[in-house]
């Protein structure tokens, strides 16, 4: 009898260790397919976003786009003006951040210049060209230095920080050049920290 009690007592803990330990991998599953399809969060370091993002804003990148894009077979294109992370190209090469959070200002094909301070896009519908800037609303950027007359290669993108004077921002002005589609992680859809500036891109 007693042998019998010990039997049941020992199945029953190897049933609950096993369902602990089915749990905590469900959850860890569970995490690593939320970050590779649906969103992923990060942290902004650095003042070339400002006056949009500060160091320390945490972001929620939402990935369902490049997600959905693959599965057809596509590959995403962010709009103009939006924010967004992407691999640093650079990355093992230079030593710098992984992830870098830019806003999109050129996109495949069209002619990006930035002459004394003016940022001017020229494509298709605009050969007279035309100021991006103008047309994203949450911009609050800084004036633009540097000097620019690049044409996008095909399937990727001309990106800029907020802030824009001097080398606060390392983007495809000086020396990160354009981003390959294929490195672009998401658009930049909430920032969740700190709790009294939370906002929606």
Do not use: C, W
């Amino acid at each position: 009898m007693i042998a019998r009690m010990e039997s049941k007592r020992t199945h029953s803990t190897l049933k609950d260790i096993i369902g602990i330990v089915g749990f905590v991998v469900l959850v860890i599953l569970g995490v690593i397919f939320i970050n590779a399809f649906i969103f992923r969060t990060f942290n902004v370091e650095g003042p070339s976003m400002e006056r949009t993002l500060y160091t320390g804003d945490k972001l929620i990148v939402n990935k369902l786009p490049v997600t959905i894009a693959h599965m057809q077979g596509k590959v995403y294109q962010p709009s103009r003006g939006q924010v967004i992370v992407f691999k640093n190209p650079q990355f093992q090469m230079m030593g710098r951040d992984e992830f870098i959070v830019k806003r999109v200002v050129g996109l495949p094909g069209e002619r990006v210049r930035v002459i004394k301070g003016n940022v001017t896009v020229y494509n298709q519908k605009h050969p007279h060209g035309f100021n991006p800037d103008a047309l994203t609303k949450d911009k609050e950027g800084s004036p633009t230095s540097g000097d620019v007359d690049r044409t996008v290669p095909d399937n990727e993108l001309f990106v800029m920080g907020d802030h824009r004077q001097g080398n606060f921002s390392f983007d495809s002005r000086n020396g990160l050049s354009t981003i390959p589609l294929e490195d672009v992680v998401g658009p930049v859809g909430l920032r969740l920290f700190p709790f009294q500036h939370i906002r929606a891109f």
